[in-house]
């Protein structure tokens, strides 16, 4: 069976525009649309999650001095915050938003392959969304069982929400999934099948290798989700006792049999390791082609780069017990687990020299995408290394479950992921929006993100070391806590407002820019990839104008020696580059 | 958990094989007039045809991921076997009558025309059987419960009510698809598009049956 490829078939096609108000911006079809509703949506949910965080440090900083804030609400909040940071935020912002802004456009296509099923996808997550946030508002609230939601304490009694809250908290992660995996069908297909011509699988820009890769990790992984809420469900609403055990729980014995919560552990992490790459690895390569573009210079070890990805996607599937390891696993088994844990830390080792690497020597305009792709290098060196520490069963020991956890998990996959998307998003912008943004704005956007998020997280590690449990309401008064401990969670607190205030910057800056911003030029940044290359900026219904482009290069010919231009666009041939080229072997100019 | 390594490991060695050897030894700094004419497919496949096999993909990774979970539940003490009922044996035998049914109009849309009426019957028969299969679940629903085993009687019955249910709505997704092929004949549509959806749904029925004689077999062995 041979088909016909999309190239030779363009020009069958009728593009017909999308006239009304409606199939424009709602029920739209069109990805780039798709893509704003999916990041809008998420950074709207991103938001809550933040002002819960913002509570959270109320409490722990100045215990007891807000009423709004009990026991009860903590746990809630705790909860909601790190769930709707790590799917609903990062992992929709990453494939649902930028994948679906940058695939079509970096693979010079006019759309997704599936349009309609890109549209339900969205939508999808949003119905996903809606009952999460509807739980709040149930009997009992919102579950309060910590964003890994271990039974048995997330059903039986004395944890918050075990009426409705968890119910509609695993309802809504399996419509999530479904939403996800609808998505990510199209994003697997349109990479594979609707490149345009000349766009070989290495010709394509880190981003799509990264969000590519992610997308396979999150098609494999999130069954393992589904299936722990599905199990889960059963045990809380029929009477199933798969994960539940025989237990008595406020004087009461519960009917439940011998379940096994770590057979539900074992789903989770099945999923949740491969879910941190699923994070990291769509901001990879985003922040390669950031780097690459604003230091003027190909990236270094393109193809080394892409193996890691490779790497790690395969690997990050055996990693998942290190989450286990103080759940009295069997040594031989927890050392298995540490072994393949520092062997990712390799190929992620290998990226980090190489965006160093590519740093060095080169051009650097410091701009504000540049900063915050700078700012990711150092939070993801330091969230790595500690990484290394917890990947080894007798350190991790004593710190899991301490402060020290909680500052390597939000080192790398809050802090440093979240600094991707400020850069993407300041990068992208002139091209979604067609205006500038503020230069010096999103400046001191940068510094007291940057700084604050030092001022957050540094003093954890100190925490943890002195055995500050996390999840914990209130510390009380204990003797292993020097009283500098409760003057440090003071200053993480004050340093967490002065953090989140700063990020009404962020969208302060975009509504003005979006408003009065000075007009874009097309290719603002001098940048080589496709998606600058539209005959529109912003880019129109179908991309490409008339007709599709065609690739003669690979993505990062950056300051090639002997050429005019310090840049030369994807779409240029080889007979039409200035001067004759060689390669582009570096020589040291 | 094994169960599942297993699978995902082949899928995952599948996967990065293939995209290793598209990336091995390729320079893409240089020029390379050869790239420059490549269609920007990476696979001689329709998108409709990616798109099922990474969906099978999907279902494959959940499908193992609860096997595993079975073999991890089954070591607890309260584990009793289940003597699953007979009538399992009738319908695993529907399921391949209805593949069979498939196969057969999978020949046939290849080589006739879209007006054929052994096209229409051998999808009648397919979707006939496929919906007795399902009854026939139904059925072995109800003589458990009439046996007083329900789904919280016991972990092994629990399974057999879950598995079944997943294989089933899955079957039932098949079922949309096989119901819009019939109507996309009626409606006299272009044969190209029947085609690809006749054959998509041969292999998609091919590999729900080969899913639940797994399951099933898993479900007997133990
Ligand atoms: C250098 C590579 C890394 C190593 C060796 C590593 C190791 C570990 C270990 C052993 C734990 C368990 C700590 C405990 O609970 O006691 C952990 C927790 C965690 N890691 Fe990493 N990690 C690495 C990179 C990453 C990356 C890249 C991300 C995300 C992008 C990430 C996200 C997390 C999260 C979210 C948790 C906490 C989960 C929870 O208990 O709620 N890690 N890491
Ligand atoms: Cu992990």
């Known amino acids: 069976m041979s088909y016909v490829a999309l190239v030779d078939r363009d020009h069958e096609q009728d593009h017909h525009d999308p006239d009304t108000f409606l199939t424009k911006y709602v029920w739209s079809q069109d990805h780039k649309v798709i893509a704003i509703q999916y990041g809008g949506l998420a950074i709207l949910v991103g938001v809550v999650a933040l002002v819960l965080s913002v509570l959270m440090r109320l409490q722990l900083g100045f215990p007891n001095e807000f009423a709004l804030i009990n026991p009860e609400s903590y746990y809630q909040f705790v909860t909601m915050h790190g769930m709707i940071m790590v799917v609903y935020l990062l992992t929709a912002l990453f494939l649902g938003g930028f994948g679906n802004y940058l695939i079509p456009l970096m693979c010079g296509s006019r759309d997704m392959v599936f349009p309609f099923l890109n549209m339900l996808s969205v939508w999808v997550y949003f119905l996903s969304v809606i009952i999460l946030i509807a739980s709040f508002f149930v009997p009992g609230g919102a579950t309060g069982a910590g964003w890994t939601l271990y039974p048995p304490q997330s059903l039986s009694g004395g944890t918050p929400g075990t009426d409705m809250g968890i119910i509609l908290m695993l309802v809504s992660l399996g419509v999530f999934i479904v939403a996800a995996t609808m998505g990510g069908l199209n994003y697997v297909t349109t990479v594979l099948q609707y490149r345009c011509k000349g766009m070989t699988l290495m010709r394509l820009p880190l981003s799509v290798w990264g969000i590519f890769t992610a997308t396979i990790l999150a098609l494999l992984a999130f069954p393992a989700l589904l299936v722990s809420a599905i199990m889960m469900i059963l045990d809380h609403s029929v009477g199933t006792s798969f994960f539940m055990p025989a237990m008595i729980s406020e004087g009461q014995q519960l009917s439940y049999n011998d379940g096994s919560p770590i057979l539900f552990q074992h789903l989770f992490w099945f999923f949740g390791h491969p879910e941190v790459y699923i994070v990291a690895l769509p901001a990879f390569g985003l922040v390669s082609d950031v780097l690459a573009t604003h230091a003027r210079k190909n990236i270094f070890g393109y193809r080394m780069m892409v193996w890691a990805i490779l790497a790690i996607g395969g690997l990050s599937f055996i990693v998942w017990a290190h989450h286990m390891y103080v759940s009295g696993m069997n040594p031989y088994f927890g050392f298995f687990f540490a072994t393949t844990t520092l062997i990712i830390a390799v190929p992620t080792a290998l990226k980090v020299y190489n965006w160093v690497l590519t740093l060095w020597q080169g051009n650097i305009h410091l701009r504000v995408p540049m900063l915050f792709a700078i700012g990711f290098i150092f939070t993801f060196i330091h969230g790595g290394l500690t990484g290394l520490f917890l990947g080894n069963v007798t350190i991790d020991l004593p710190l899991s479950d301490t402060y020290f956890v909680v500052a390597h998990f939000h080192m790398v996959m809050g802090v440093s992921p979240v600094l991707v998307v400020f850069a993407s998003i300041y990068h992208w912008f002139p091209l979604m929006s067609g205006k500038m943004f503020n230069e010096t704005l999103g400046k001191w956007h940068f510094w007291l993100t940057f700084l604050g998020a030092y001022a957050v997280y540094l003093p954890m590690h100190y925490l943890g070391f002195q055995g500050v449990p996390r999840r914990y309401f209130s510390l009380g008064t204990t003797d292993f806590l020097p009283e500098s401990a409760h003057t440090l969670n003071a200053s993480i607190t004050i340093s967490a407002i002065i953090l989140a205030l700063a990020q009404l910057l962020f969208f302060i800056n975009i509504f003005i820019s979006l408003r009065n911003g000075k007009k874009a030029k097309p290719n603002c940044w001098g940048a080589t990839s496709l998606e600058w290359l539209t005959p529109d900026t912003p880019p129109k219904h179908g991309n490409w104008g008339h007709d599709l482009p065609e690739v003669h290069r690979w993505a990062y010919d950056y300051s090639v020696p002997g050429q005019s231009q310090d840049f030369t666009p994807q779409t240029v041939p080889a007979s039409e580059v200035p001067v004759g080229r060689d390669h582009g072997v570096d020589h040291d100019t | ?222």
């Open chain 2, 1 to 222: 958990m094994t169960i599942t390594l297993i699978f995902l490991a082949c899928i995952m060695a599948t996967v990065i094989f293939w995209l290793l050897r598209q990336t091995f030894n390729i320079q893409p700094w240089v020029s390379d007039e050869v790239a420059d004419e490549v269609t920007g497919m990476s696979l001689d496949l329709k998108p409709q045809a990616i798109a099922l096999t990474t969906f099978m993909a999907v279902a494959t990774s959940l499908f193992a991921l609860f096997a595993s979970a079975y073999s991890l539940r089954m070591e607890m003490p309260d584990w009793r076997p289940l003597n699953e009922p007979m009538i399992l044996w009738i319908n695993s035998f529907f399921l391949v009558l209805a593949s069979i049914a498939y196969q057969w109009s999978r020949a046939k849309v290849a080589s006739t025309d879209i007006g054929s009426k052994k096209l229409v019957i051998g999808l009648g028969i397919a979707g006939v059987f496929s919906i007795l299969f399902i009854f026939g679940q139904l059925s072995a629903w109800q003589e458990l419960n009439s046996k007083g085993l329900y789904v919280s009687s016991n972990p092994a019955v629990a399974f057999f009510y879950v598995f079944t249910a997943m294989h089933g709505i899955h079957l039932l997704g098949g079922l949309y698809v096989w119901a819009r092929s019939l109507a996309k004949i009626y409606q006299n549509q272009d044969l190209r598009i029947v085609r690809t959806s006749v054959e998509l749904c041969t292999i998609y029925w091919h590999f729900m049956l080969l899913v639940w004689l797994l399951l099933f077999g898993l479900m007997i062995a133990t």
